[in-house]
């Protein structure tokens, strides 16, 4: 038979027990709804891929990032593609928590130079840059003439620096004039920054001054008779030459008679 006793302790147990679940069910609700309240979504970038770096003018760039959701809820943001301080394009990316996702832009890009680059998602961002090339251009430059005075049939030396200062390699025809005529064509190929020594020789046969032009370089040398006292001393080497050649077969015919 239960006493007065017993149901004072059934009772104080059953207290007890009730207290123990409120704790304990407030502490689970207070984890859940408090502690751990769920993160709403937030997108960060985890790479950046430009491709290809270097471009000719007109040339498409590739531009691509790679989204994550490192939120608990489901949201969605915008990709912001920025270019030299621009917005150029704007994407609206639409992840789940933990989902990661591609953004592919393009650009194209005309003028030679520096791009740099910015891709925005709220307050996190990548940077980076590409170029665009400029195509082969020739600069002529560094004319030199030498000698200036030359006497008929010696020969005289043109040169010019020809120096690429575009971005890629390309071939260029160096053309010599002289008194506004082609005289000679030399076709050399250079890569982007490069520069050649091209050298022509020139002989002429008449007197005069003669008009030299290598694109927009331009100067002049001269041409002249030989002097008369070049003209004694070829005579007096040419009459020499001779009375050695005589004297030489005298000898000859003189050894082979004294040898009979």
Known sequence: MRTRGDEKRIIALVIAVLFMVTIVGTSVISYYFFVHEPKPAEFRIIDLTIVPDNILP???????????????LHGEDNAILMVNGAVEVTKNVALDNGENKSVLFTTTKYAPGTYYVEVKVRSDRRVGTFKVLRLAEFNISDLE???SKVEV?????????????????????VVLKINGRAENVRAITLTGGATEDVTFVVIKEVTGVYYVEVDEQMGNFEVTK???????????????VSILIIFVIGFVAFYRRSRR
Do not use: A, H, M
């Open 153 to 173: 049939n010696e020969p005289v030396n043109i040169s010019v620096k020809v120096t690429n200062i575009g971005g890629v390699e390309g071939s260029y025809s």
């Open 58 to 72: 007109g040339g498409e760039v590739s531009i691509s990032i790679i989204v994550k959701n490192v939120g608990d």
């Open 145 to 147: 003439i030498g000698p």
């Open 226 to 240: 030989p002097s008369p006292l070049v003209n004694r001393v070829i005579v007096v080497v040419l009459v020499s």
